[in-house]
């Protein structure tokens, strides 16, 4: 406990020091995403229209098979969609080729994906330091400062297996962070965490955002939602609801 809390307060007395403009913004009209084809078609993304300021913590709620997660595909350019327009960070994705989309990836866009997805061979300074020499972006002497920033700087030179599911996840948006996106994108970020943990997870989610950069988070946890400027629900592959928060919560007032 008092780790995640000593990760909170480390991120939050950096981000005290950064006053940068807001980032991030997404537009959406009429965006559809469907897998497969004939009787077996699969309508993932149903006509969605969506828009997010720049700046904003967005939190995406739905049950499994509602279209979270592909919309969070097709925002990031990880997957393009098949009809419809697409703005993200004031980039134009509609009609884009992969090349195209691969780099708008790299100069716009962080992930946070449930399970880490770390490089297990790599430390956490290395996992960090091989995101910027993949993507051509960041200054690998910050890692450190990374690292710090998330509470973890007696732990950069201990591989994945060394560092429990909170701490390995910590990497996980350090590294995402590396290379300075606009928008942070984050797949059900608390899910494999206990409470505790998740808590401190949250808290450097809404802290990065307080620093100006979009961040959007698609959960199953409803309790979430209390931290967002925004919470979409979707249901079917369409956004069902939207709503704003006239006072998000701290995370630390947050309990599931």
Do not use: C
Request: proline fraction near 5%; charge should be negative; avoid cysteine.
């Amino acid at each position: 406990m008092a780790d995640t809390e000593a990760a909170a307060k480390t991120a939050a007395a950096a981000g005290a020091q950064t006053h940068a403009p807001p980032r991030g913004g997404v537009r959406l009209r009429g965006v559809t995403k469907t897998y497969g084809s004939g009787e077996t078609a699969l309508r993932a993304l149903d006509g969605v229209d969506l828009d997010i300021e720049p700046g904003e913590l967005v939190v995406v709620l739905g049950p499994s098979g509602s279209g979270k997660t592909t919309l969070l595909n097709v925002i990031g350019g990880i997957e393009p969609a098949d009809t419809g327009e697409i703005s993200v960070a004031g980039t134009e994705l509609t009609g884009r080729p992969p090349k195209d989309l691969v780099a708008f990836r790299r100069e716009r866009v962080g992930f946070v994906f449930q399970f880490f997805n770390l490089v297990p061979t790599l430390t956490a300074r290395e996992n960090i330091e091989a995101m910027m020499e993949l993507t051509g972006r960041g200054d690998r002497s910050g890692a450190p400062g990374l690292l710090g920033a998330v509470g973890l700087s007696d732990r950069m030179d201990h591989f994945p297996a060394q560092l429990s599911g909170g701490q390995q996840q910590r990497v996980s948006l350090a590294r995402a962070l590396a290379t300075d996106p606009d928008l942070l994108l984050a797949d059900e970020p608390t899910g494999a965490l206990d409470v505790a943990t998740g808590t401190s997870v949250l808290a450097l989610l809404q802290e990065t955002n307080r620093q100006g950069r979009g961040v959007l988070m698609v959960t199953h946890n409803a309790s979430v939602a209390a931290l967002a400027h925004l919470v979409v629900t979707m249901r079917d592959g369409r956004v069902e609801t939207v709503r704003r928060n006239a006072a998000p919560a701290d995370a630390d007032t947050v309990s599931w």
